[in-house]
């Protein structure tokens, strides 16, 4: 017999799938495919108590991952916003910040930047901050350790998916969120014999009725070769009034003569920092662009 469920825990290659009982059972797929992830609206048939297998996946409205020349990585279904979360001690990393933009622009996801242990003073880190709510993205300061109440309208309404290098403070927003939540993870991963898997684990937490929060591993990288170039282009906000008023349609924004996008840069209207991120991520595609 199916059940309909939700995937709110990603081990990779198995899943645990909440019913709508709130019963948790175990999972794998079918074959050798394995392309789920938390907030994955599925269908699954039972093969004991504890366990069972999807069979299959509902269309998803929003679908976040990161990819290489050699594999993708799936980090959250059906998320409606994603936070980007800094710390001002450790210094983050500001590529990844920006690679999480853009992939958050390209698969229409709302991009919200928490910059996370605001009591140890970093005059740089709050400057960068100001550069990118210049760029129209929301930004939060916040202490997760001393409170998080700031976040918590953010969160009403909203799938959200916590992304950032590990150290920046993801794990104390869950906690101060939601204190038996890692508890109650560590309960079910004993149960179902998953707790092995919990370091690389993506793990979704109800906050109420029509709320949710996804806590994803820490990152170190986040590569972005399934974004074509189109893609990337308005996957930078402040490109969008330019494209297209370049001289030659194939600009690469680099160094042809009449490109709007380098003018706008020389007036100060796109910042050298994005351009610079923006031919990186470009060149490291190009092989699948042109290839």
Do not use: W
Request: proline share 4%; charged share 20%; net charge neutral.
């Amino acid at each position: 017999m199916s059940h309909p469920g939700l995937i709110v825990a990603a081990y990779g290659k198995r899943y645990n799938v909440e019913l709508p009982d709130g019963r948790i059972l175990s999972c794998v797929t079918r074959g050798k495919k394995v392309d789920n992830a938390a907030g994955d609206r599925v269908t699954v048939t039972l093969t004991a108590n504890n366990e069972g297998v999807i069979e299959k996946t509902a269309e998803r409205t929003t679908l976040l991952y990161r990819s290489n020349a050699y594999k993708s990585k799936v980090l959250a279904a059906n998320v409606t916003q994603i936070l980007i979360v800094l710390a001002t001690q450790p210094s983050f990393y500001e590529d990844l910040l920006n690679r999480c933009l853009v992939a958050a622009e390209a698969a229409g996801i709302r991009a919200v930047i928490l910059l996370n242990k605001c009591d140890l003073p970093n005059p740089q880190a709050l400057q960068k901050l100001e550069q990118y709510a210049a760029l129209g993205y929301l930004t939060l300061q916040l202490n997760a350790r001393q409170s998080v109440e700031v976040l918590k309208p953010l969160l009403a309404g909203h799938t959200s998916v916590l992304v950032g290098q590990s150290g920046m403070g993801k794990s104390t927003i869950i906690n101060s969120l939601l204190p038996e939540a890692r508890s109650k993870t560590q309960e079910i991963s004993t149960t179902l014999d998953s707790g092995k898997h919990t370091t690389t684990a993506t793990h979704l937490y109800h906050l109420d009725q029509d709320s949710a929060i996804i806590d994803s591993p820490g990152l170190q990288e986040f590569g972005l070769y399934h974004i074509n170039e189109t893609e990337l282009e308005y996957a930078f906000v402040e490109f969008r009034p330019f494209i297209g008023h370049c001289k030659f349609n194939n600009c690469t924004h680099t160094h042809e003569p009449d490109c709007a996008i380098l003018k706008a840069v020389q007036a100060g209207s796109i910042p050298p920092e994005r351009l610079q991120i923006f031919q990186q991520i470009r060149s490291e595609n190009s092989v699948q662009v042109y290839g």
